[in-house]
Structure formats: C-alpha cells, structure tokens
C-alpha cells in the first residue's frame, strides 16, 4: 500500500533507537523525509546511516535533549514546518513514590507530558493551515493498564492522554489527527532495564526473568520495534485521517480486557 506520505516532513524524537528509530526507518522507507534527535551523537550517527542506506527519505540529525527548551529550538529550527509529529521521549526510572520528591515528579512531567504538549503546541497551527498534519504520541501499555514500578510513567503519560483526548477532537475537521500509540514489552534498552529491576526485586537472574516476562505475554515474545514503526507509519499515512483520539494498544495481546 501506497501511504501517500512521500515527501513530506517528519519529526521524530528520540529516534537514535529502540521505538523512535522503529518510526524512523518506517516513515523514510514511505519517502518521508526525516529529522531525528537524540542525546547521544554517536549513537544517533548510527541511526541515520541506517536510515539512509534504505535509500528512502532524507534524514537531518540534530543531537540534543528533546525535554529541554534549547532541544525543542534545535529541532524545531531543523524542521519548521513538519507534517508529522512523533513525540517520543524515554521514560523515568522505575521505583516507590516514598522516594519520590517534586523535582523527580517534575522531571518525569517534562519529559513525558510537557514536552509533548509544547510541541503540539509549536506544531499543529502550520499542520491545520496546510491541511494535512499527523500527530503520533509514543505513550504506554500503561495508561490502560499501570505497571506499578512505573508509577512517574502512569503519572505522566496518563496526564498527557487526557490533554489529547479534547484536543484531537478540534483539529481532525483540518485533516490534522492526534493519536496515542501504546507499546507493551518491546525489545527495547528500557524494557531489559525494567527487567533487571524486577530480577533484583523477585531475586532472580535478569536471564530467568527475561525468559518469564516473554512467556507471559500472549504472544511468546516482545515486540520488535520494526513493528511499532509499521504501525506508526500507517496512522501517519494519507489513508488515515477518521482515526483521531485514539490510543492504539500494540502489546501482543498482554492487556486482558475486552475493551
């Protein structure tokens, strides 16, 4: 299927790996052209020379913090007028609210509330004038379903999801669309990590408890995140613009609810 995205612009943050980069390869292979940011720079080189080497879209790197106020400058200068927007950002540590004070909360609402909404923000004006815009947030499994170590993640990605809900039913009559794409266990960095804190917690190697989380899941396995990306490419896509305000679950059928 022809996506009907060839050509236009992309921002897609935090994208030197794991979901982000999914988006990434998936969006250029459809001809989009790509700015992808990071922190690392080394990492993110990497990242765009496997992107490039599909011979799709362009890619423009820019190495900076996308939580920062500078970082959103940077990337927002690199691509003023983006057609697509995929708001990514990794997640906070895992741990017990006890040991949580305000600047950790704070943080984690900058990271993974704020920075999204002022990018919206910076975004979806230029998307409504032009009449075609997409807007993916990267959120998790577990807005529906809180993970209870990730409780400055359900915090903030929840908060997030409430502030799309309205408005995404105010741009869609534009041709401009807000969704929530929702990632269970993918095999990611930040998955293994919260392995590891549950292998410390039950007393178990990180290989045991590696091997259970992926026999738990329905599936038999994480997600790859070339499959995220497919799915991120396709509610970018010309083809989907009655699909707004939505939050779409991809966790190999891990939720156990009928709705």
């Known amino acids: ?12 943050c935090a994208s030197s790996k794991g979901l982000g980069k999914g988006c990434a390869l998936s969006l250029a ?31 423009t790197m820019v190495a900076c913090d996308i939580t ?7 990337v927002l200068a690199a691509c003023p007028a983006p057609d697509i927007l995929i708001n990514n950002a990794g997640g906070p540590a895992p741990g017990d609210f006890r040991d949580w004070d305000r600047e950790t909360w704070i943080a984690a609402l900058d990271a993974n509330m704020l920075t999204a909404i002022f990018l919206i923000k910076a975004t979806v004006d230029g998307m409504i004038e032009r009449r ?26 929840s908060g997030l999801t409430g502030f799309v809900a309205g408005l995404a039913r ?15 266990p993918f095999d990611t ?26 026999a738990a899941n329905p599936a038999g ?3 790859d995140p070339n499959e995220f990306g ?3 490419a396709f509610v970018c896509s010309a083809q989907a613009g009655y699909i707004t305000g939505q939050n779409l679950l991809i966790d190999g059928g891990g939720f156990p609810g009928t709705f």
């Open 1 to 12: 299927m022809d996506l009907g995205i060839k050509e236009k612009k992309a921002i897609v």
């Open 29 to 59: 292979r459809e001809g989009v052209n790509v700015t992808i940011c990071a922190r690392t720079e080394e990492t993110l080189e990497e990242a765009a020379d496997e992107i490039r080497a599909l011979g799709g879209g362009a890619v």
């Open 68 to 74: 920062t106020e500078d970082g959103q400058k940077a």
């Open 132 to 157: 075609f815009g997409r807007i993916v947030n990267i959120t998790s499994s577990a807005v529906k379903a809180p993970i209870e170590i990730l409780g400055l993640s359900n915090g903030a990605r």
């Open 170 to 184: 105010k741009t869609v009559a534009a041709n401009v669309t807000i969704n929530n794409i929702l990632p269970g």
């Open 189 to 214: 960095e930040r998955m293994h990590a919260n392995i590891k804190v549950n292998a410390e917690k039950a007393g178990l190697s990180v290989e045991e408890m590696t091997k259970r989380k992926a």
């Open 221 to 223: 396995r994480f997600g």
């Open 230 to 232: 497919e799915l991120c």
